[in-house]
């Protein structure tokens, strides 16, 4: 049912009979019924949220999702611009489609550590967001999901990042520094396109490795392809290496050039 829009009962008997507050059947909620508060509360029992329920409800300023909500929706609260703080279920195992698209008030956001999928322009052109922290269990970035996240300097990946979707950063003017990890699967291009003040991108493996990565869009085909900016790639060395190269090695948790 989550699949339906919100829009999908309006219309109908049962939406007339229903009072003021949010529109709940079968554990799936379809919206809100009349004036919506700037502080939203959604009940306990909720295990669904239609598609588009809350997409461009301007006053709504703060939401509290409850635990059992594992799924968060194509564009349920995209375009919300003065959302500014989004409390998510500490179950949740994904965010689709454009779910918080051009929330252009959203400074921050904490994902749950069971997070495994942000899916494709998720959190495109939130141009606020400043604080990103990515949860361990991560596995799966879409496409330009922080793409247009202007206020971004720092990006750290989890260990189990598996793919990191094509212009999934792109356009992040402030992103200064990344870490890739060594468990990328599949990187899609030009992830980090038109990201002018991206000096460094530390990946935690080897050339060869970065080499079969980038091969699999064939970055080398074209001499003037920018796909991570102007960036210097550096690769993990815990040992002082003998060859000449850019290398780098963590010191109390910072990335640091050899």
Excluded at 121 to 139: M, T, V
Excluded at 181 to 193: A, I, M, N, Q, T
């Amino acid at each position: 049912m989550e699949s339906l829009g919100a829009d999908v009962l309006e219309d109908t008997a049962w939406f007339d009979a229903q009072p003021d507050g949010v529109l709940v059947a079968d554990g799936c909620l379809f919206g809100y019924k009349g004036e919506i508060p700037e502080k939203l509360f959604i009940p306990d029992g909720v295990k669904h949220i239609a598609t588009s329920a809350f997409f461009k409800e301007e006053t709504l300023n703060e939401v509290y999702i409850p635990d059992g909500v594992k799924f968060i929706g194509s564009l349920i609260f995209s375009s919300c611009r003065s959302l500014t703080y989004v409390r998510l279920p500490a179950d949740l195992t994904e965010i689709s489609t454009n779910a918080f698209s051009s929330c252009v008030g959203l400074t921050r956001i904490e994902l749950p550590s069971s997070l495994k999928v942000i899916g494709d322009s998720a959190f495109k052109s939130c141009s606020s967001l400043a604080d990103l922290n990515l949860p361990d269990g991560l596995e799966e970035i879409g496409s330009n999901a922080f793409s247009g996240c202007v206020a971004l300097k720092k990006v750290v990946f989890t260990k189990n990042l598996k793919t990191l979707g094509e212009g999934s950063f792109w356009g992040c003017s402030d992103l200064e520094e990344v870490v890739i990890p060594s468990s990328l699967e599949v990187l899609g291009s030009d992830p980090f396109k038109s990201c002018p003040l991206l000096e460094s991108i530390f990946f935690e493996g080897d050339e060869t490795r970065w080499r079969q990565l980038t091969e699999q869009e064939e970055y080398n085909s074209d001499p003037d392809r920018k796909s991570f900016s102007d960036a210097t790639i550096y690769f993990y060395s815990e040992q002082k290496p003998v060859s000449e190269g850019n290398f780098w090695r963590y010191s109390d948790g910072v990335a640091v050039v050899r």
